[in-house]
């Protein structure tokens, strides 16, 4: 499978090797600023100039139907529904104007004494053991206790959800077997079912929560659809979950692997909002995102077709040496951060202030209950293999 997804330039996408150190790899192409690679059927941009120019360009779209046809289209046809990350303007545009007035700041600000709570209950649950695995303990289910609370999922629900989104989650990786994608197929109709049932009950008897809130959401002339408040709730699920989860991993990975920046931090806690840009900026949860050209351009001197997919790499672009200064280090004292990990534009992340928020919290908790935190040197950190999605399966830490 692995030579099947290799790219003509060589970008091995979906490999072990990719999975296990994409900067590595990326490296090797960073005096390229885009490469056309056969596996993910478009060009491929890495430097941060080209990443924000494709962010940010109007000649660029969501709606899979606008590409030319192969694999990775119909992946994402099958993904996109009516969910405004698959939407261009005017739709984008009405559907993320009628989302942001039920997910506000003050919905999410209000998220963290909840938060704290969670991120205490489950350092409890793991007080008596000298190590743990801090995905699964901790920061797997910080993630979906918050999200599941914030849209207003009953608790007992909430192991199922974790289960759901993982099964989603898999839906970005596009050498998925037939017989996975089926049954992927499945796990999207139950939970559609389950939020067509949520969005009935509120509208009878509102809430206070995000469910309830997306249903009464309206301006002067319009709200969103049954179908549109489905595909809403879905995608907040997903991009919730596992995007946040990978967040709190990586970060505490990333200051395991460099004491000295932990050390910094214990020391000085006005550090933590810079820590978490760094963390974010060292090793994003999510690696690129796409668009698909809308006419015949010209890229950094690269001709794109109408039609053609564009990839940005956004941890490349996170790492291009001409914006961020020896960019493999990881440096809590950095002066000047911009990463692009939660996207810039039109579709820049609706959930960055959550998910900055839940690792706040989730670093602060962590560092006051565990002083002498450390990696478990007999049982080395696990990643996942789905390459958009950058994150650890298990991280055993002794405490
Ligand atoms: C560390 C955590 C997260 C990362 C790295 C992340 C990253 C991203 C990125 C890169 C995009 C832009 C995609 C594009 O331009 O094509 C995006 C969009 C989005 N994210 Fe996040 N995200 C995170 C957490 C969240 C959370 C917690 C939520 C919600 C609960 C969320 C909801 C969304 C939504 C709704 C969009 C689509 C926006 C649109 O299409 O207008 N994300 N995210």
Redesign the pocket.
Known sequence: MADELTGAAGLSWASPEFCADPYAELRRHQDDPMIYDEALEGWVAMRHAEVEDV?LGTVYA?DPDKALDGPYTRVQRAMAGSS??FMDDPD?RRV?GLISRAFTRGRVAAMRPHIESIANTLLDAVADRTSFDLMDAYAAPMAIST?ATLLGVDDSDHDRFKAWSEDLALEYDPSLPQKTQDRIALVRDELVMYFVEAIEERTHRPRNDLISALVLAHDEHDQLSLEELVSTLV??LV??NL??TD?IGNGVLALLEHPDQLELLRRDRSLLPRAVEEILRYD???TV?DRIATTDLNLAGCPVRKGQWVWAV?IAANHDPAVHADPGRFDLTRQHIDHV???IG???????S??RLEATVALEVLLDRCPTLSLDSTAPPKRRAIPAFRGLTELIVRR
Not at 346 to 352: D, E, I, S, V, Y
């Open positions: 962010l969501k405004m990350m984008r993320r999200i995608m907040l991009a919730g995007t946040t967040l994003s949860p999510v995102t956004l990990s939660f996207g039109g579709h820049r992340c609706l959930g960055a959550l998910a």
